[in-house]
């Protein structure tokens, strides 16, 4: 597995800073830059306010980490993958597994 891992991916978390007028708004803020395998596992298209939305499913193996969630976000260049879910067996694994979806550039 670690000769796999060949991917650079960066880790990010949701931050909310005030955003002067009494709310907030959303960021994101990089919080470690780790080695990543990349599966893609499947694809769907659905028709969303009158446009076709494409959706790209993706297994995304990483060394095992205590601080990441599912309500974090890996980014591999200009790719952005939503981490919909986490495969963690515990403090004894090396690797863990992110369930993803790869977001559409904006």
Known sequence: MIGEAR???TLEAKT????????????WESYATVWA???PQGGSE???AGRTESRVSHRMLIRRRTDVSA????????R????LAL?????????MTLLCEENAPS
Request: no cysteine; aromatic share 8%.
């Open 7 to 9: 991917q650079r991916a």
């Open 16 to 27: 909310l800073p005030p955003d002067g007028g009494g709310g907030f708004s959303e960021s």
């Open 37 to 39: 395998q990349l599966l």
């Open 46 to 48: 659905a028709l969303q």
């Open 71 to 78: 309500n974090h976000r890996v980014r591999i260049g200009t």
């Open 80 to 83: 952005e993958f939503a981490i």
């Open 87 to 95: 495969i963690d067996e515990g403090p004894h694994a090396l690797w």
